[in-house]
């Protein structure tokens, strides 16, 4: 899955990453790797709670790829 993220230095000098296609996915990190390497934790973590909240029959699932 490729996602955008978005990286700006805030003005503590932290590196804030943001996937704006996944509302409220957020990390940061004191160095640019560091951010995107929570970031990658935090889009996985997102992924999983969002699947959970709602549970699906084998029947209604289609894959789809873009």
Same mark, same amino acid.
């Given at each position: ?20 296609? /996944?509302?409220?996915? /957020? ?19 997102? /992924? ?12 209604e699932l289609v894959e789809v790829v873009v």
């Open positions: 899955m490729k996602l955008h993220v978005r990286i700006e230095q805030d003005e503590a000098g932290y590196f804030v990453a943001e996937v704006p296609a /996944l509302p409220g996915c /957020l990390s940061q990190g004191g160095t640019k790797e560091e951010a995107i390497n929570n970031i990658q934790e935090a889009i996985v973590s997102w /992924l999983e709670v969002m699947e959970s909240k709602r549970k699906y029959s084998k029947e």
